[in-house]
């Protein structure tokens, strides 16, 4: 009896079962495979046009690279069927036999066979118009468990053991190390062509000196002039390649206190977080544009907008707005108090949630988000025998004002509640916004 197909496997001792009582035992033995590899790469050695075209298509077939899919233990209903030695000695004969014969890369599971026993991955069935490139019969869905089941068992080197790896990686989780080797090599940084050349950063500092005649300079500082004849030819164009690896810039808010040097390719990283990149002016009624440190921007809050400042860490403030129906994206205060050698911006707006004018109140930190999680703030909002209350954490001002309203983090009022809070007629609007600041211990 064979398994799977009756063809060119149909010999073979990987498919030879005998029968124990009413159970069928598969005796799973790792054979010649030597001499169907052999016979299988003659064939394609003899110049098959079909294979050549294949291979001259530009489609890339990647692997399956999620481990779920190489799962190959649940197509097998009995758990002694086939039983491998695990960690196979893995002859060559035995990785060709796991190349597909088309794109000639390792295959995963789903392996596919034709009726007589040819081989071929997953990414290229649809490829070959579901017939099978060595034989030309049809494929059918016809899976070669007994192949994956032989690759679950095998362990293998490191496609970069060229370029240093040394790592021996069991057959389903070679490509996810593969794509995460630290031994991987870098493409080529040229840009003036198409380079496919792949190396170690000292072969490709060499091959852009050679082959691509790329200026080479010692030293962490440069004056260069570039000089182009025709400026109107710019697109694609690539006018110089400098190689700038050993270049060490300082950090570009040096003027604001950092004295950090760093290599070339990590200075961007650093003053993206840099702790001394200025703060945006937090002044939310106009685009304001200016930037600076905190006690620069508590003068120009001061001096140039006009925002009320002051002591302490409660405040009691009185909101009056004679057309409260005119609420679309209107900035109406900002206030700013200093307790706890801090500054704290306290925002009140009107803005539309969906169709519903709404108003908010919120309190901003002056410095970076780690500081302002040690604040907490409560405000409260009443009238009428009723009131609303909040308690929350600060935002940093590293966050805009829009993007912290936008998220709804603070006392959010609807607008015929704040009617109802101002008393009267109702027409008016008169809300009176309390609150505190406190450290946290």
């Known amino acids: ?53 294949m291979r001259s298509k530009p489609e ?122 630290v031994y991987r090599p870098y493409n080529c940084p040229y840009a003036g062509s198409e380079c496919t050349v792949i190396g170690d950063i000292p072969y490709l500092v060499a091959h852009l000196k050679d082959d691509h005649k790329v200026d080479m300079h010692n030293g962490s500082t440069f004056n260069h002039r570039y000089v182009k004849s025709n400026p109107q030819e710019v697109e694609n164009a690539t006018w110089m390649l400098t190689v700038a690896a050993s270049l060490e810039l300082p950090c570009k808010y040096q003027s604001f206190g950092c004295l950090g040097i760093y290599p070339y390719y990590s200075k961007l990283k650093h003053e993206s977080q840099c702790v001394y990149r200025p703060y945006n002016c937090p002044y939310a009624g106009s685009e304001c544009t200016v930037i600076g440190d905190i006690p620069y921007l508590v003068a120009h809050l001061k001096d140039d907008h006009k925002v009320d400042m002051h002591n302490g860490s409660t405040f009691n403030h009185r909101y009056v707005k004679s057309n409260p129906q005119e609420v679309e994206n209107a900035t109406w205060m900002l206030t700013v108090f200093s307790c706890f050698g801090q500054y704290f911006c306290l925002h009140f707006e009107a803005f539309q949630l969906g169709m519903a004018p709404v108003y908010i109140a919120f309190l901003r930190f002056m410095g970076d988000d780690n500081e302002a999680k040690n604040y907490s703030y409560s405000l409260e909002v009443g009238g009428n025998g009723r009131k609303m209350t909040w308690q929350g954490v600060p935002r940093s001002v590293r966050d805009s004002h829009r993007k912290v309203r936008d998220s709804f983090d603070g006392l959010i009022i609807q607008r015929n509640m704040a009617l109802f809070f101002s008393g009267g007629d109702r027409k008016e609007l008169k809300l009176r916004v309390t609150g505190r600041i406190w450290k946290e211990q």
């Open 60 to 181: 890339v077939i990647d692997p399956p690279q999620s481990e779920d899919m190489l799962d190959v233990g649940e197509h097998v209903n009995d758990p002694a069927a086939i039983s491998l030695k695990p960690n196979l000695t893995v002859s060559s004969s035995v990785r060709e036999l796991l190349e597909c014969p088309v794109c000639l890369n390792a295959m995963y599971p789903p392996i596919h066979q034709c009726s007589n026993g040819h081989t071929l991955c997953s990414g290229c069935k649809p490829r070959v118009h579901n017939r099978c490139p060595t034989c030309r019969h049809e494929l059918g869905n016809i899976r070669c468990l007994a192949l994956e089941k032989v690759a679950a068992s095998l362990e293998l080197p490191c496609k970069y053991q060229s370029f240093g790896c040394l790592g021996i990686y069991p057959y389903y989780s070679k490509l996810k190390h593969e794509s995460q080797c």
């Open 1 to 53: 009896m064979t398994l799977l197909s009756s063809g060119l496997w149909s010999s073979c001792p990987l498919h030879t079962l005998s029968k124990e009582g009413k159970k069928l035992k598969c005796k799973t033995k790792v054979v010649d495979f030597a001499s169907r590899v052999s016979h299988r790469n003659t064939w394609m050695a003899s110049g098959n046009p079909f294979f050549d075209e």
